[in-house]
């Protein structure tokens, strides 16, 4: 019988993985550079640098894989995680029943890169990306990425900032399939909605998972736009934004708008509840919460 570790050393699943990894490097690169560019009158301090800290899933009984954390504190991130991971093993029976593919076999091996920033000036909009290559009886990609407006002014569908976003995520769509933006956009629109509160969590982009068209090769392509498309579209608003000063109501704003973010993450994020199942990094996966927030 193949072993977990042998589903995620499998060609597919390693040359995912070596995406994964090269996105993370220019992704890393990319933010740092911003970090270095930055006004120092407006962001005092020394440009932040990516840590890097590897770590492995399980007690070290046996090899159930692991990944690397990496983490920025800088003047323009105010916390910013780039994450990479491939973990395998067995599903629990109980969670074997929700994963695709798992239930009459529960073993699994999944790769994949997570990130989301918080940004420390008001109108810079948090973002989060993931893309993911998924193995059980089945294998698929999954992944999306969305904007993160912190000011109600920026929460608004003609918002220069959400128009170069989703101009961004459509063009990664169109090249895979003509009704792919459509349907991602309004499943991202679905996913990323805060019930309790009845409103959304930002300004969407796109979300999709189960991705196995019969064509391998396509659906890896896409999801290798999707990282060129984030790669594109946020460092260049993160340029936009950077040199705006803000005061202490935007600052404020930004604090309640990160509480709404952490509602999402605890009460319904499906990324957060695969790696609190499945025995990943708690620091890594709680990476995404906010370094501040208020409920006032």
């Known amino acids: 019988m193949t072993e977990p570790a042998d589903l995620a050393s499998q060609p597919r699943a390693?040359?995912?993985?070596?995406?994964?990894?090269?996105?993370?490097?220019?992704?890393?690169?990319?933010?740092?550079?911003?970090?270095q560019d930055a006004d120092s009158a407006l962001y005092p301090g020394e440009p932040g640098r990516f840590e890097l800290s590897p770590w492995r899933r399980g007690d070290g009984a046996e090899d159930l894989g692991g990944g690397v954390m990496g983490m920025m504190r800088g003047r323009v991130f105010e916390k910013v995680g780039v994450h990479v991971s491939t973990v395998y093993g067995r599903f629990t029976e109980q969670f074997a029943s929700q994963v695709r593919g798992a239930a009459e076999d529960p073993r699994f091996a999944a790769t994949g890169i997570s990130l989301i920033a918080h940004l420390r000036n008001p109108h810079i909009p948090a973002v989060h990306m993931n893309t993911r290559f998924?193995?059980?009886?089945?294998?698929?990609?999954?992944?999306?990425?969305?904007?993160?407006?912190?000011?109600?002014?920026?929460?608004?569908?003609?918002?220069?900032?959400?128009?170069?976003?989703h101009a961004a995520a459509k063009a990664a769509c169109d090249k895979a399939g003509a009704d792919y933006y459509a349907r991602f956009k309004a499943w991202c629109e679905e996913y990323?909605?805060?019930?309790?509160?009845?409103?959304?969590?930002?300004?969407?982009?796109?979300f999709y998972d189960h991705l196995d068209t019969g064509d391998h090769e396509a659906d890896?392509?896409?999801?290798?736009d999707v990282g060129e498309a984030f790669l594109t579209a946020y460092p260049a608003i993160v340029r936009t934004r950077m040199d705006t000063p803000w005061s202490a109501d935007d600052?404020?704003?930004?604090?309640?708008?990160?509480?709404?973010?952490?509602?999402?993450?605890l009460l319904y994020d499906r990324g957060t509840k695969?790696?609190?199942?499945?025995?990943?990094n708690i620091e890594s996966i709680l990476s995404s919460m906010p370094p501040e927030a208020i409920w006032p």
């Open 14 to 35: 390693a040359a995912a993985r070596a995406w994964f990894e090269s996105l993370r490097d220019r992704i890393c690169a990319a933010f740092e550079a911003i970090e």
């Open 274 to 280: 695969f790696g609190l199942e499945t025995g990943g």
């Open 134 to 165: 998924i193995t059980t009886s089945l294998s698929w990609f999954g992944g999306g990425m969305d904007l993160n407006p912190t000011q109600d002014y920026q929460r608004q569908d003609d918002f220069p900032d959400t128009i170069a976003f």
């Open 220 to 224: 890896f392509a896409f999801t290798r």
């Open 192 to 206: 990323f909605w805060l019930k309790h509160r009845a409103e959304p969590r930002g300004t969407g982009g796109i």
């Open 251 to 265: 600052r404020r704003e930004q604090l309640i708008r990160r509480g709404r973010y952490a509602e999402f993450n």
